[in-house]
């Protein structure tokens, strides 16, 4: 059996940021497993720019944002597995691990999940109808087009607005597909809205708000698919259903935190963002197990990704020097209120300052978030532009807290 | 006169522009309204005159340990221009090694632009041969 003092599960971008933070603050004995035969997670398929305006202040395209990294982590010289997958991991934080077809088992002090999350597939939102080939998420058409060089069709149809959708659009386009619609189930876009921009509206590519595929038609190969209108509550209305003829749909539906180890392991999960609960530490329920980026909750950028996952690092090392970061029992739990959806973290320490990351339920203007202890407003802050697609981050000085026995976010 | 509605993409604020132009001289611009700052402004009359943006793509590559080299324009290129740029970038095979930044097009489209490329590539020795 292999012993090791951190091990890092996913060599994205929020596990390259944890082990060169964990590296930087003093942890010599860091190993990195990742499953691909390369690092950099799901960056390597998203040639598109725009990510880094926060940490670089510059556009970079994913692989570029993910050299940065690779390069960093190289540098320092940290042990890295690539082909090699967890198959399971426990309480005791021992890891049973597949590598070049042998089966190892490794011994660790810490832990840090880093796995991101996958697509929610069509079974996921029950689309009725035939199962023909030509029916792809977004994601899988963006990793055969963008790293197998793979035609995936040239008659399209894009079911749900989320950003790899919008993105997939305008990369189908240029690469000379006809993208005919998008549809989205809700009453707004689900993307950034300068996505809407650039993707659909440079190219007019139409964006069918309170529309849905109903059915999945064809034999062998896709031949169209039937889409409706739907009433407030999201049923599709039946006089507007209508056909139209594709080769290809995408499905750009959500994503899921992928927490099968986390599951196994015992650790308690949070049905709201689908990841695990963790404390301001970003320790989950058991000592020693962290985690961060997408497998914790999804992020609408990678930037935020690479701070989690460096803060979650940082905390992992200090943890092996320092001993104990806050005992669980004393932990005050995160309440929300009006129109919160989830908070990162869901309890908190109060030993040290802390970033919370939260997302709202429905769009707005000019609301203002509030922070309250039992007694007391600890923050107030405008915000002028809110959007479930666009995650927040307020800053908390511990000593803004006065009676620590719960916290409440709300909005107004 | 005409109006164009935009939202601002400078920042996560996203104004709801509105742009009224001159019908009779296309890009004469009377008056724009909505903004929240002078970026979003200028931003706006930048779309409405001459919309530029960063293009991305990817050229195959012969014998790489990558299939495809992805691969970016430097400085934005107007939107008019978008399907003669992506034309060259088409007609373009590379061989490789690659490395990342490396220039592949100069002035695609006669676009004051260069293309450049976003992710190195080593040989691959099997692929090397076999597709040569």
């Known amino acids: 059996m292999l012993n090791r003092d951190i091990v890092i599960i996913g060599g994205g971008p929020a596990g390259l940021a944890a082990a060169i933070a964990a ?126 060089n793979i035609c995936i069709g040239n008659n399209v149809c894009i079911l749900g607005s989320g950003d790899i959708g919008l993105i997939m659009a305008r990369r189908m386009t240029l690469e000379g597909a006809h993208v005919q619609a998008v549809f989205e189930i809700l009453p707004y876009c689900s993307g950034l809205s300068r996505n809407v921009q650039q993707c659909l509206n440079d190219y007019s590519i139409p964006l069918f708000l309170n529309s849905t595929v109903t059915e999945i038609i064809g034999n062998g190969r896709l031949e169209g698919i039937n889409v409706a209108q739907v009433d407030t509550n999201g049923f599709p209305i039946l006089e507007t259903k209508r056909f139209i003829s594709c080769d290809t749909l995408l499905l750009s539906v959500g994503l899921i935190p992928e927490n099968e180890l986390t599951r196994e392991a015992g650790i308690e999960l949070d049905p709201l963002t689908g990841g695990a609960v963790v404390n301001d530490f970003y320790m989950t329920s058991i000592t020693g197990i962290f985690a961060c980026g997408n497998v914790l909750h999804v ?80 923050m107030k802050k405008k915000v002028h532009h809110l959007h479930p697609a666009e995650m927040i981050k307020i800053y908390i000085p511990k000593s803004s807290i006065s009676n620590s026995s719960s916290l409440k976010v709300t909005l107004e | 006169m005409s109006r164009r509605e935009l939202t601002c993409v400078i920042c996560p604020i996203g104004c709801n522009i509105s742009i009224i132009i001159d019908g009779n001289r296309p890009t004469q611009i009377i008056r724009i309204q909505g903004n929240a700052c002078k970026k979003g402004a200028e931003w706006a009359h930048q779309e409405v005159e001459n919309p530029l943006r960063i293009i991305t793509s990817s050229i195959s590559v012969i014998g790489g340990d990558f299939l495809l080299a992805s691969v970016k324009t430097t400085k934005p290129i107007p939107l008019i221009k978008v399907k003669q740029v992506m034309k060259e970038i088409h007609e373009r095979k590379l061989i490789a090694p690659v490395s990342m930044g490396e220039v592949v097009i100069s002035n695609p489209a006669n676009c004051d632009t260069e293309i450049v490329v976003t992710r190195s590539i080593q040989i691959n020795p099997v692929r090397s041969v076999n597709e040569k």
């Not at chain 1, 990162?344 to 040290?352: A, E, F, G, N, Y």
């Not at chain 1, 429905?362 to 203002?368: A, E, L």
């Not at chain 1, 922070?371 to 407003?377: A, S, T």
């Open chain 1, 23 to 148: 590296k930087e603050t003093g942890c010599s004995n860091v190993l990195l497993i990742e499953r691909d035969h390369i690092l950099g997670g799901i960056l390597n398929q998203c040639i598109h720019d725009g990510f880094g305006l926060e940490t670089f202040n510059e556009s970079l395209t994913g692989p570029e944002y993910a050299a940065r990294f690779i390069n960093n982590f190289n540098d320092l010289g940290i042990e890295v597995m690539i082909g090699t997958i967890v198959l399971s991991l426990n309480a005791d934080k021992i890891l049973e691990v597949s590598t070049a077809g042998k089966y190892i088992r490794i011994k660790t002090k810490t832990v840090i999940l880093t796995m991101g999350c996958r697509e929610r597939t069509r079974g996921a939102i029950s689309i009725p109808g035939s199962r023909p080939s030509g029916v792809y998420t977004a994601g899988m058409a963006q990793n055969l087009m963008n790293l197998e």
């Open chain 1, 299 to 378: 992020h609408d950028l990678v930037d935020w990704v690479s701070e989690e996952g460096s803060e979650a690092g940082k905390n992992a090392a200090s943890f092996l020097i320092n001993g104990d970061i806050g005992s669980k029992e004393n932990h005050i739990p995160i309440m929300h209120g009006k129109g919160i959806k989830y908070t990162i973290p869901q309890r908190v320490s109060l030993k040290k300052d802390f970033t919370l990351s939260l997302r709202i339920r429905t769009p707005g203007r000019d609301r203002t978030l509030i922070i309250q202890d039992k007694e007391n407003v600890v």
